[in-house]
Every structure is written in C-alpha cells, then in structure tokens.
C-alpha cells in the first residue's frame, strides 16, 4: 500500500512568513511523528500524536511551531514567522502498535 | 533526559572490510535501541532493533547495558552498504514512543 507522503516536496519562504507542511500517514497507524533533519544536527524529534492522546509536544523549539492532527490522520505542522534557522528537512512518520516508524520523504523548508 | 551519541561522522571502508558503527547512549530505565539507514535519495527506514535480535542485510548489533552501546557490525562490508546511518533510542519497548536519534554516521564503501 502507500507509504507516509508529505507535501509539498520542497518550500522557499521569505524570512516572517508562515508555512504549513503537511502529512498524510499510513492509513490506520495509530501513531504520528514529526522531525528536523538539519546539516550536523541529525534528527530531532518536535511533536508526536498518539490515537486520541494529548499530543507529546516537548520537542518544539519555539511557539512559532505547531502541529494538529485531524481525526486521527492527516497532520499540519506550522511555523509561523519563520526564521533562517528554521531551514531544515521537516519529516513525518507513522507507526503502528510497535514503534517501527515508516518515514516520508520529508519537505525541505529554505527560509530566505 | 536520553541521549544517544554517534561519536563518528563519516567510516570509509574497501569492500569486504569488517564495518563497527559505533552507538552510546544516556537513559537510566530499559530503552529500546534501534538503527535506522537512509540510502542515496530515499527515506529513512529502519534497518534493525534491538528486541528482534535480527540480522538484517548481514548487519548485526547487540545492546550491551553495561556499556550502555548498541554498535552496529558487518563483517565484509558491501558497496551497497554506502548510507547514513543513525542509532535511535525509545524509552518504551515494544511500544509507541518519539525516538531520541544520533547525529548519524556516513558509510562509504569504495570498490
């Protein structure tokens, strides 16, 4: 079947604006992840959304940043007012009952 | 607070030389240890875990608490090999749970 998608693929931005990134998980996975891949930072984990749960928001790095997850699929995380430090590769993932996290290609986000 | 460090960033290796990816981590309960590759424009995806005691592709890696490693081993490294690399660490096992991952390490295997 079809794997976690994110759209769009790539997004420029003016410094200050905001953005939307969007992620449509594995239908069914119960669990929805999302990351930051910055050049020598690795990845970081920003939010996580488990069934009806409070989302684990202790990965955000600001209030510019947040992410819902309506009923229970589709994910939007947004950064309002974006910084040039907010370039990154923004990834979603999706998972199950046992934590094997299934990546999406992710959206690179360049903040000029 | 968990940490897991890679303390290497990039291993270049010949084909058929042993590979050790080394991994530590920081976590005072019983995490759960993952390695997860990305090859060449594609998504990250998980290579193997601790729980499962698998070997995938012929990588191997045993979680020794003593340590506090989960290294990741090959003894004759392919070219197809050539990847990032990065260990993971959930604090639930067999559960969902965020990932806390390493910087990563680049595999290069030259022909």
């Known amino acids: 079947g079809a794997g976690v998608s994110q759209s769009p693929s790539n997004k420029v931005t003016e410094k200050g604006k905001d953005v939307e990134l969007r992620c449509d998980p594995i239908?069914?996975?119960?669990?929805l992840y999302w990351y930051r891949q910055s050049l020598g930072q690795g990845l970081e984990f920003l939010i996580y959304?488990?069934?009806?749960?409070?989302?684990?928001k202790s990965g955000l790095p600001s209030d510019r940043f947040s992410a819902e997850r309506t009923g229970g699929s589709v994910s939007t995380l947004t950064i309002q007012r974006t910084q040039q430090e907010d370039s990154a590769v923004y990834l979603c993932a999706s998972s199950l009952d046992r934590n094997e996290q299934f990546f999406g290609p992710g959206t690179r986000l360049t903040v000029l | 607070a968990q940490r897991v460090t890679q303390p290497e960033k990039l291993l270049s290796v010949f084909k058929g030389a042993p590979v050790e990816l080394k991994c530590n981590y920081s976590?005072?309960?019983?995490?759960?240890l993952f390695w997860y590759v990305q090859y060449s424009r594609q998504r990250l995806q998980l290579l193997l875990r601790?729980?499962s005691r698998e070997s995938i592709k012929g990588f191997t890696a045993d979680l020794n608490k003593g340590e506090t490693s989960f290294h990741l081993k090959k003894p004759f490294a392919q070219e197809e090999d050539s990847a990032m690399y990065y260990c993971?660490?959930?604090?639930?096992?067999?559960?969902?749970?965020?990932?806390?991952f390493g910087k990563g390490i680049t595999l290069s295997v030259r022909p």
């Open positions: 239908s069914g996975h119960t669990a």
């Open positions: 959304f488990q069934g009806n749960s409070a989302p684990d």
């Open positions: 601790h729980i």
């Open positions: 976590y005072s309960g019983s995490p759960e």
């Open positions: 993971a660490l959930s604090a639930k096992t067999g559960a969902n749970s965020k990932l806390t």
